[in-house]
């Protein structure tokens, strides 16, 4: 089992920035890849993120050249960098964490993100 504690969610202005973070811990597989999603009110959750322990990142066309996903594997921690937020960047964001080969997804609890414009 891995446990993932997200951190950095807040209030902030249209065009602000924000930085997330993902601590992991638990039985930890050295292949791994961990990311993040988001849910908006009465929306189904969506991909916003992933890098791999190998450094390979991906991310939605949404938030391509706003948002940067790092990660430091000494720490077991995943960061989102988001920068440029605009409104409909309001959502609940989820922290995932896989083991390469997939076996099963854990998720975080959760930290909010709300853009007032």
């Known amino acids: 089992q891995v446990q993932l504690v997200e951190s950095g969610g807040g209030l902030v202005q249209a065009g602000g920035s924000l930085n997330l973070s993902c601590a992991a811990s638990?039985?930890?597989?050295?292949?791994?890849?961990m990311g993040w999603y988001r849910q908006a009110p009465g929306k189904q959750r969506e991909f916003v993120s992933r890098?791999?322990?190998?450094?390979?990142?991906t991310y939605a066309d949404s938030v391509k050249g706003r948002f940067t996903i790092s990660r430091d594997n000494a720490k077991n921690t995943v960061y989102l960098q988001m920068n440029g937020l605009k409104s409909e960047d309001t959502a609940v964001y989820y922290c995932?964490?896989?083991?390469?080969?997939?076996?099963?997804?854990?998720w975080g609890q959760g930290t909010q993100v709300t853009v007032s414009s």
């Open positions: 638990g039985s930890i597989f050295v292949f791994n890849s």
């Open positions: 995932n964490y896989r083991k390469i080969p997939y076996t099963y997804d854990s």
């Open positions: 890098i791999t322990s190998g450094g390979n990142t």
